[in-house]
């Protein structure tokens, strides 16, 4: 796999420096049922690191110590973590709200059969990428067959009441390009996903979040391997909107490895980009009586995904 980073650290982005933490975001391994192409993790089935339940006691202590109210679960497909529902079970009993991004698919696993019953008793919010409303497209981008399973997953989701107005079920949708574009803007897109994932198939579901791809990693590697870099992230600086910088998720959330090490958001701890200024990896067992307000974020022009056009985070579109 080609490596990106070298081209990425040497930036112009502007300094950034944290607001308020609200939320943990942890990778419980780069396990995964799929391989898709615009995976910033690289997750694949032959993928075998795993958060341990030590580690995950540590992210309930931090949580309970700065008052945390949303854990965001991501892997791989988090779900594959042995551990998963002992963590999901103990956040919801001490009141966080939790998010699994799930990919669909992962609901019809082997051992995951009563997957979707487990995440609605606790009433866990659901994202679930799902890159296009049309087969070919997504089965393009994720592989044969990808799309028809996860059609099943959600009316599975639906049935149980995710997406269903007044249910208390929280279901979002995650939009992604298939290639080295910006994606459009996210209000119109998803009034055509509600339209035509109704019209065609019946199913429904709460928002939709759009994101961009970023150039790390897996899609990096593609960028690179077909010379589409370098204008991938022109078109990245010159969509770039300063009124964006507000709201990029590495001012409210941390994002912790499956090791237990600290980082600014999910793409740099890809990156191995060390938590702020401190040029050194930081876990979280170390910062349980640090307050991080107000520290220096570690930036490369990878942030540049973020602020583009309209914005992208883990919480879709920043611009209103």
């Known amino acids: 796999m080609l490596d990106t980073l070298p081209l990425l650290r040497q930036t112009d982005f502007p300094p950034l420096r944290r607001g308020r933490l609200t939320t943990l975001q942890a990778n419980l391994g780069y396990r995964c049922n799929q391989a898709c192409l615009h995976c910033h993790v690289a997750a694949s089935p032959k993928r075998t690191e795993t958060m341990s339940w030590a580690t995950m006691e540590t992210l309930l202590a931090f949580a309970e110590r700065h008052a945390i109210r949303q854990l965001d679960l991501t892997g791989g ?9 002992r963590l999901v079970d103990a956040a919801r009993a001490r009141g966080i709200i939790v998010i699994d991004r799930c990919n669909l698919t992962i609901l019809d696993e082997p051992g995951q059969e009563d997957l979707a019953e487990f995440l609605a008793s606790l009433q866990v919010e659901i ?4 890159p296009c409303y049309l087969e070919e497209n997504v089965n393009r981008q994720r592989g044969d067959g ?12 639906n ?9 208390g079920l929280t279901l979002t949708l995650v ?29 429904v ?23 589409q870099f370098h204008n991938y992230m022109v078109t990245l600086k010159a969509a770039y ?9 590495c001012r409210s959330l941390i994002s912790v490895g499956w090791r237990g090490e600290v980082f600014d958001c999910d793409f740099n701890q890809m990156l191995e980009l060390p938590l702020g200024d401190t040029g050194q990896p930081v876990f979280l067992a170390d910062l349980l009586n640090d307050d991080l307000e107000n520290r220096a974020v ?5 942030c540049y995904g973020c602020t583009a056009g309209q914005g992208s985070s883990c919480g879709g579109a920043l611009a209103a």
Request: charged share 15%; hydrophobic share 40%; net charge neutral.
């Open 127 to 130: 994202v679930a990428s799902l």
């Open 241 to 249: 909107q300063a009124e964006n910088l507000p709201g990029v998720m």
């Open 175 to 203: 939009y992604n390009p298939g290639g080295p574009s910006l994606p459009p803007e996210q209000g119109a897109l998803e009034a055509a996903y509600k339209r035509e994932l109704a019209n065609r198939y019946g199913i």
């Open 159 to 167: 049935a149980l009441g995710y997406g269903q107005p007044g249910s």
């Open 298 to 302: 570690h930036v490369a022009d990878h």
């Open 77 to 85: 497909a988090p779900e594959l973590n042995p551990d998963f529902r």
């Open 205 to 227: 579901f709460n928002q939709l979040f759009v994101l961009a791809n970023m150039p790390i990693k897996r899609f990096g590697s593609e960028l690179l391997a077909g010379g």
């Open 146 to 157: 990808v799309f028809a399973a996860s059609l099943a997953g959600l009316r599975r989701l």
